[in-house]
């Protein structure tokens, strides 16, 4: 068996914890102290058995919860522990098995001893097992078969302890339970021979007492007699109010109708006629108020013809209450639309005024305006005057430039020298220096002059060349042909490019509604204006289309609800695509609906009236048509039948509490009656005349006691009677009475005096004593012999077992301890004693040492040796679990013993709880490639770790320390 889940939900430290996919072989959980380890062990320690009151456990925080889920052999089982209940298994299909099952019906404490293993078991008195438990751990530990051995010994102490108390060690006669039958026997030897000695004289008294016993005999026959007469006539008296009533009973039920509805009614009949009767009733209400209630609201109608119709077009009457809600939102939807439109249209005509009032909002001047005016076009012709009036601008400049010719003014400085140096030489004829100068100042003031006039010149030029460059591109951006050559030319055909695109905008101002003083810049803003106002004029027209689409909508489907309710009678308005219009539809609507469900009503009630009636027809036709109480079948309704079925079972009711009462009556009369009364009535059947049809004869007195009171109240016509009887009687009794003490005195007296004759009878009461003593005391000394003999068989078997298999006992722990200490102890016995705790260990040389001449860490391999051993022995496999159980070992030992732990887990799943890192490497050193799960535990908290983890978590120190 297998923990494959485990989760604590509520325990010690550990809450809501959960361990999926535990491994099947070795799981090691590590932690530090207080972390949890111990109550981890306490949880699987109790897992198969539940959580004991007073065992000491770590208290839960609310109620103790573990559930576990376990794998025994293919199968999964759920385990659930609650407080300090027992273990709930359940498994596939809710099948359930008890845990001891699950668990090979090993009991608690052998479990404990065994599968939990921590320092406490590995001693050789673990922590709470008491002294007087020894024998029952020894038993635990030696296993195979030696428990019941073991108890040999305590057996035959019993039963020698036994044997003593009845006949001491040796079995003499005048000791213990022998003595008081020995010391009778020795009495009655002494009066037999006593009386042996006395013989004559008492036989006439023998023969006067005989003649008086007689008399005595027949005085008690009498007395009997008259005593029994006085009972039976109390017996009487006692029951006269019970058998007149039981009287009227029985003549009540010997009416023919009582046997017959007695014998042939059905059981269960009545109960379910009323059942019915009441159902019929309340069905028959039912019917006829949803009726009447749909009887009110027909207006005239035949209700069966309207009801028909309305069920007939049920469906389309749902259909169309259902689409109410839709057929509301649409007409929401439109009318809000419509609304949003004529708002958008007003906004629009407002605007269009606001832009041009002479337009008056018309939507058509709009569309003119589109229609008519090419914005492309428009642009072109604003750009084209605006650069033909430019053009215009820069003739005016052109004209206004003035250049001199170069060659020109060449000749006039050459002249202009040529004067002044005429004139210098002229003057310097007379003043050669004024001469010279006027040459100088005439030749370089005109050069001066001739330069700047030069330079201006060309400042002209350079002008004029770019006011023809700027007309030649003003030309290539438009139709206008401009020649620089020919300036007049060019002027003309500009003029007229000018007039014609005045013209244009001439035409398109009055279209777009401009003054004439309205700038070339405004046309562009007032078709953008325009063409937006269009755009939004389009966007209207379409949503206008779009809400005149979903009114034809409306429309077909009101047209629908108007046809189905002219169809069905009622009257409407002819239908408007308007709220008011449909609210007004939608209650008729509603009002049908209404009306449907009361005829879905009324037919669901007409139904169900028929079946119930159909149950009621068939329980009078199958259930109750027997003979004399047959109901009658003459054709009224079924609720008169129904009511004679429940009558009937009613008188049936009636005679059968008639008939318990009367064997109430009988029982309670019958219970008056004693061993004296009923002693009483059998001394009279013998005297009294019964018929045999009535078979008293064949049963006891207190059975047939109601018979023969019968006619025993015969005879009496009253209570008087009876009492006078009584009183007759008793006095008889009396005197025979007094009568028969007389005679029993004087038999008293001659019994004495006998007695004091009688030798014959002291030698018979002496002899009568000696053997009633022999007869006591044989089976008290057959009883002594069986008890010695079983404790000295017990004995011998003992020791002859002890002998052959004492030398084979504990070979698997013997072999795990021979590995553990590498052989230096070779093997295991039990001590001569088996039921004395503790072993005896073999050294290799063949010295052996009991426990207490060995180590602490030897001690604990002893016993960790000795549970491995016995729980390789056990079936099933269960969990094993260590706590810390290696502490005290060496490292060489410690290896060995993880060796071996190793070589269990390949059959049990091990449970290796620890704090110590150095344990979990020396797991993870001699593991190998085994596969092993690990587990770090810190404060109640669970979470998977890998070999170096755990070790890391725990601090790597020196094992064994």
């Not at 099933?876 to 005290?888: E, K, Q, R, Y």
């Amino acid at each position: 068996m297998k923990i494959k889940r485990l989760h604590i939900g509520d325990f010690g430290i550990i809450r809501n914890q959960t361990l999926d996919d535990l491994g099947p072989g070795l799981i090691v959980i590590g932690g530090p102290n207080r972390a949890g380890k111990t109550s981890f062990m306490q949880v699987l320690r109790y897992l198969g058995y539940g959580f004991p009151l007073g065992a000491n456990l770590p208290p839960a925080t609310h109620e103790y919860h573990v559930e576990a889920t376990l794998l025994s052999g293919d199968e999964l089982w759920d385990l659930l522990i609650s407080g300090y209940g027992k273990p709930r298994v359940t498994g596939s299909k809710d099948k359930s098995v008890s845990a001891a099952s699950l668990f090979g019906e090993l009991d608690l404490f052998t479990y404990h001893q065994l599968f939990t293993i921590s320092l406490d078991e590995l001693r050789l008195l673990p922590e709470g097992v008491s002294k007087g438990e020894q024998a029952k751990l020894q038993s635990v530990l030696l296993g195979a078969g030696l428990a019941d051995v073991a108890r040999i010994p305590r057996l035959k102490d019993e039963l020698d302890a036994v044997a003593n108390k009845i006949g001491g060690k040796h079995g003499s006669p005048d000791v213990w339970m022998f003595k008081p039958y020995h010391a009778v026997i020795q009495t009655g030897v002494a009066q037999r021979d006593a009386a042996l000695e006395q013989m004559d004289g008492y036989r006439m008294k023998v023969d006067q007492l005989a003649e008086l016993d007689g008399s005595i005999e027949e005085l008690k026959v009498r007395l009997q007699d008259v005593q029994q007469q006085v009972i039976r006539v109390e017996i009487l008296l006692h029951n006269f109010s019970d058998y007149q009533a039981w009287s009227k009973l029985d003549a009540v039920l010997s009416e023919p109708l009582a046997d017959a509805l007695l014998t042939h009614y059905p059981e269960g009949l009545l109960e379910k006629a009323k059942a019915l009767q009441e159902t019929h009733e309340a069905a028959l209400i039912d019917h006829r108020d949803k009726l009447g209630a749909l009887r009110l609201r027909a207006n005239g109608r035949e209700v069966g013809e309207w009801q028909a119709v309305l069920l007939a077009r049920a469906n389309e009457i749902e259909l169309a209450h259902q689409n109410l809600s839709g057929i509301m939102a649409h007409i929401e939807t439109y009318e809000r639309q419509l609304l949003e439109v004529q708002s958008e249209k007003r906004r629009l005509q407002s605007e269009i005024d606001t832009l041009e009032p002479s337009w008056e909002g018309d939507f058509e001047v709009i569309d003119q305006i589109i229609t008519q005016v090419d914005p492309d076009r428009l642009y072109r012709t604003i750009e084209q005057h605006e650069l033909l009036d430019q053009a215009s601008s820069l003739y005016g400049r052109l004209r206004g430039i003035h250049g001199w010719d170069v060659g020109t003014q060449f000749r006039l400085y050459g002249i202009g020298s040529a004067i002044a140096l005429l004139i210098g030489i002229i003057i310097g004829l007379w003043q050669p220096l004024l001469g010279l100068g006027v040459v100088v100042i005439g030749a370089v003031g005109l050069g001066l002059y001739l330069f700047g006039r030069s330079a201006a010149n060309q400042e002209a030029v350079t002008s004029r060349c770019n006011v023809i460059e700027q007309l030649l591109d003003i030309a290539r951006r438009t139709d206008w042909d401009f020649d620089p050559e020919d300036i007049d030319e060019s002027s003309l055909r500009l003029q007229a490019g000018l007039d014609e695109t005045q013209k244009e905008l001439v035409s398109y101002r009055r279209i777009l509604g401009l003054t004439e003083a309205a700038k070339a810049e405004r046309y562009p803003a007032r078709l953008t204006a325009v063409q937006r106002l269009y755009e939004r004029i389009q966007s209207l027209r379409r949503r206008d289309r779009e809400c005149e689409d979903d009114r034809d909508r409306l429309y077909s489907a009101l047209e629908g609800l108007s046809d189905l309710i002219s169809d069905l009678g009622y009257l409407v308005d002819a239908p408007q695509a308007t709220a008011g219009s449909f609210n007004q539809m939608a209650l008729v609507i509603e009002e049908i609906r209404q009306h449907l469900q009361m005829a879905k009503d009324v037919e669901a009630a007409q139904r169900r009236l028929a079946s119930i009636e159909q149950h009621v027809q068939e329980l009078i036709s199958e259930e109750f048509s027997l003979g004399e109480v047959a109901v009658s079948g003459d054709g009224r309704d079924l609720a008169h039948q129904l009511q004679e079925v429940i009558q009937a079972g009613e008188k049936r009711v009636f005679y059968a509490n008639a008939m318990h009462e009367r064997q109430t009556l009988e029982q309670r009369m019958q219970h008056s009656l004693g061993r004296r009364e009923i002693a009483a009535l059998q001394a009279v059947l013998p005297d009294i005349a019964i018929s045999k049809e009535s078979g008293i004869e064949e049963r006891p007195a207190g059975e047939a006691s109601v018979p023969v009171w019968n006619r025993l109240y015969e005879e009496y016509l009253s209570r008087g009677d009876l009492e006078e009887s009584l009183r007759r009687a008793e006095q008889d009794s009396l005197a025979i009475g007094a009568e028969l003490e007389e005679l029993q005195q004087a038999r008293d007296d001659l019994h004495r005096e006998i007695r004091a004759l009688d030798t014959d009878q002291t030698l018979t009461q002496a002899q009568r004593a000696i053997d009633q003593a022999r007869s006591q005391l044989e089976p008290l000394a057959l009883q002594y012999g069986v008890y010695k003999v079983a404790a000295l068989l017990l004995d011998t078997l003992y020791k002859q077992f002890l002998a052959e298999v004492k030398d084979t006992l504990l070979i698997r722990s013997s072999d795990l301890l021979r590995e553990m200490t590498d052989g230096e102890y070779q093997e295991i016995q039990p001590l001569d004693q088996l039921t004395e705790a503790g072993f005896q260990v073999q050294l290799d040389g063949g010295e052996q040492l009991l426990p207490n001449a060995l180590s602490r860490g030897t001690i604990e391999q002893l016993f960790l040796a000795v549970r491995l051993g016995r729980i390789q022995e056990i079936e099933p496999a269960l969990p094993v679990i260590f706590d810390d159980s290696l502490v005290n070992f060496d490292p060489r030992h410690a290896h060995q013993a993880v060796q071996a732990i190793m070589g269990l887990a390949r059959r049990h799943q091990v449970f290796v709880l620890t704090c110590h890192p150095e344990l979990v490497d020396l797991i993870n050193q001699v593991a190998g490639q085994e596969p092993i799960q690990y587990w770090h535990l810190d404060r109640g908290v669970f979470s998977l770790a890998d070999g170096p983890q755990l070790i890391e978590l725990l601090g790597l120190g020196s094992f064994g320390r």
